[in-house]
């Protein structure tokens, strides 16, 4: 167990729907990371949140944002789904900002767009 | 920009064999390098990594040198066992070119008994 959790673990939807994954940290890091895992895509960066703050940010679509809250957990919202977005969605965390310092994986989001 | 190729998969090897994954990297100035393990079912761990050049990283019984030379990051292990089973993934991260941690496209290793 990494010490992070993401909710929800499946989530199954439609075409042009918009849902949220959460993501909560450990305990006392400040930096949070969400990457998506396809298939053909295999596993991309998209964005990075240090202490409430956009600090990075990768591959994310348009239709795709993020946010981090003051009590450190973290939303990716995902609205006018295609079905290219099924995907599984890893949120990570790690103590500072910097992407060198060791990131722990939470279990995932298996998110299917029928 | 950065990038990580690591050797394609899958690898199947029996109990006790000798594994290396390959791993080169192309970066623009002096990264640190990662080895991450993905079991089945669930998030990626940290195995081991290198934060420069000639550094070993090593843990469970894996290797891997930071060969600036050869700009590579070569995992090894002597023996591999059934529960080391998983995906293996070569990344790298840069804090002062883009801030963000690539991965390489992941090799699946089983191992039989």
């Known amino acids: 167990d990494s010490g992070v959790t993401q909710t929800p673990k499946h989530l199954i939807t439609a075409t042009g729907q918009r849902v949220t994954l959460r993501c909560s940290p450990r305990s006392g890091d400040l930096s949070v990371y969400w990457y998506q895992q396809s298939l053909d895509q295999g596993l991309q960066f998209l964005i990075q949140?240090?202490?409430?703050?956009?600090?990075a940010k990768g591959n994310i679509l348009e239709r795709f944002s993020a946010q981090q809250f003051p009590d450190l957990h973290s939303e990716l919202n995902l609205s006018s789904l295609e079905l290219g977005d099924s995907a599984l969605y890893f949120c990570?965390?790690?103590?500072?900002?910097?992407?060198?310092?060791?990131?722990?994986f939470g279990p995932g989001t298996r998110l299917t767009v029928l | 920009g950065n990038s990580v190729t690591q050797m394609e998969g899958p690898v199947t090897l029996s109990e006790e064999a000798f594994l290396t994954i390959n791993c080169t990297y192309t970066?623009?100035?002096?990264?640190?390098l990662f080895w991450y393990v993905q079991y089945p079912g669930e998030g990626l761990q940290l195995l081991l990594k290198a934060t420069k050049a000639d550094d070993k990283g090593s843990n469970k019984g894996f290797e891997a040198t930071y060969r600036k030379e050869t700009t590579s990051f070569h995992l090894e292990k002597g023996s591999v066992q059934v529960s080391d089973s998983a995906v293996y993934f070569c990344?790298?991260?840069?804090?002062?070119?883009?801030?963000?941690?690539?991965f390489g496209a992941g090799t699946r290793l089983t191992v039989k008994p």
């Open positions: 990570a965390s790690s103590v500072q900002g910097a992407s060198y310092n060791e990131q722990f």
């Open positions: 949140y240090y202490n409430g703050e956009e600090r």
């Open positions: 990344a790298l991260s840069e804090e002062l070119a883009d801030n963000d941690m690539r």
């Open positions: 970066a623009t100035g002096y990264p640190s």
